[in-house]
Structure formats: structure tokens, C-alpha cells
């Protein structure tokens, strides 16, 4: 036990150093000789857990859809916006979040799995969205699936221009900006009032 219990500290040392470098240096950039020297761990314990470079990042993936779990709100569109803006909150802080943002929005060597950060973002706002759609917050004909694009590719310009601006500093505020746009063309009129686009402050 406590040996399984040392694997999973030393696994979860190495994709907390490779996040930090992925996200410093790009993937083509990083190097593993970077990722062990961060981490103080041997080569051997290093090729035990991830067999290549490229295996840490599909990792860092796939930990990008543990950000996705949406909020439980009685109202499934404040669901929608509180997900974004939390998703948001934690670019700013978590390493491993922001190391499967930039490996997916870069063009490098390293070739995405099959499930994208892009297809996981959007089949959590869809489902979200459907849930609103059947609860009669949507407006009638507007197509979710268009909302979902627009959604899941709006945040990615913003979170890219918040980051060249203010590292992200600013990123739930012009979250926050944008659901104010578009809320009108997707809310039902008595509905939009009851909406915040804001997290509240702790």
C-alpha cells in the first residue's frame, strides 16, 4: 500500500513539473530532462509512469475534462455560465489546466487524442444547454448546438486574449462581459434578470 501510495505521488509530481514546463515552454520546447529536474525523481521512475513525452501530454489532457464538472443549479443556464466562469477562475491558478489549454490550442507536433479539450467543453455545455432547453429557458428556435460553438469558441479567443493582455488576470471579467451579450438572444425575457454573469464574491 504504501509503496502504490508513493507511485501516485511520484506520477501525480510528474504531470504537476510538466504542466508548469508545458505551459512555460510550449510542447515542442519542453524537454523531459526539465520535467525530472523539477521533480528531483530518476529517469526510471519517470518511463515507469509515462513511456514518452507525448504520453505525459495526452495526460494533461485528459485531466482537462475533471475541470468540466458542471455546477448543480436549479437553473441549468446559470449552470452553463457559472461553468464557464469557474473554469475561468481556475485557468488563473491551476498549472495542469493551463498545460491542456495551451496544448490544444497550439500548433505543434503533438497530435490531440480523439477526445479533445475542444469536444469535452462542448459535450458539457450541450448537456447543459439541452437540460435549459426542456426547463423552457431557451427562447423557442434557438439551436443549442450553435450556442454550444459559439460558447466553447468564444471563451477560447477570450481566455487567449486575456492571457497575452493580463495573464489571465481579467479572464471571468470578460467572461462575465460576453454572457451579457449573448444572453439576450438565448434566454427566455423573464429568466435574464435572475442570471448572473459574475461568481459572487467570497
Request: with cysteine.
Amino acid at each position: 500500500m504504501a509503496q502504490q501510495e508513493r507511485g501516485k505521488r511520484s506520477r501525480e509530481s510528474i504531470l504537476q513539473a510538466a504542466a508548469r514546463v508545458f505551459d512555460e515552454r510550449g510542447y515542442d520546447a519542453a524537454s523531459t530532462n526539465e520535467i525530472l529536474a523539477r521533480t528531483g525523481l530518476t529517469r526510471g521512475s519517470l518511463y515507469h509512469h509515462f513511456p514518452s513525452k507525448e504520453a505525459i501530454a495526452v495526460a494533461l489532457v485528459q485531466a482537462h475534462a475533471e475541470a468540466l464538472q458542471p455546477p448543480e443549479r436549479p437553473v441549468k443556464l446559470q449552470s452553463v455560465i457559472d461553468l464557464t466562469l469557474e473554469f475561468a477562475q481556475r485557468l488563473q491558478h491551476d498549472p495542469v489546466l493551463r498545460a491542456s489549454v495551451r496544448l490544444t490550442t497550439e500548433q505543434t507536433s503533438f497530435s490531440c487524442p480523439p477526445q479533445t479539450t475542444y469536444e469535452q467543453s462542448m459535450a458539457a455545455v450541450l448537456a447543459l444547454l439541452q437540460e435549459a432547453e426542456k426547463q423552457g429557458e431557451v427562447l423557442p428556435g434557438v439551436d443549442v448546438h450553435e450556442v454550444t460553438s459559439t460558447v466553447v469558441g468564444s471563451f477560447t479567443g477570450l481566455q487567449i486574449m486575456s492571457h497575452a493582455f493580463t495573464n489571465r488576470e481579467d479572464l471571468p471579467e470578460r467572461i462575465g462581459v460576453f454572457w451579457k451579450f449573448l444572453l439576450p438572444g438565448v434566454a427566455t425575457p423573464g429568466l435574464i434578470g435572475r442570471l448572473r454573469t459574475m461568481l459572487p464574491v467570497n
